[in-house]
């Protein structure tokens, strides 16, 4: 499941077979597994989770259980969600760069 050309924060190991689930990061679409988290689902495509909103630089979740709230990003419906504790779902979408793009259609 890796994008070619890009390089990716997460590594799967091998676990037996689940349900692929399709979602789409950013309006790119995935197919990852069920049981992943949103956090799972993009940094096993990518390098970075989202944008960090104060500097040049990118965010890649930073506790992975939700306490330091470093992962929030936000769904279709403009819910804002800690990446790192949702479960993808199928049909899921999933804005990275603060909810933006769905708003800049």
Do not use: Y
């Not at 769904?75 to 504790?85: I, K």
Request: contains cysteine; glycine residues 6%; aromatic residues 6%.
């Amino acid at each position: 499941m890796r994008v070619m050309g890009m390089v990716h924060q997460f590594q799967r190991l091998q676990l037996p077979a689940r349900e692929v689930v399709r979602c789409a990061v950013d309006d790119m679409p995935l197919e990852v597994f069920a049981g992943d988290t949103v956090l799972t689902a993009v940094l096993t495509h990518r390098r970075n989770l989202r944008p960090f909103e104060f500097a040049d630089a990118a965010r890649a979740g930073f506790c992975l259980m939700g306490a330091c709230q470093d992962c929030w990003v936000h769904l279709e419906t403009g819910e804002r969600v800690r990446a790192c504790s949702t479960q993808v779902v199928e049909g899921m979408r999933i804005a990275t760069n603060l909810g933006r793009c769905f708003h800049a259609k």
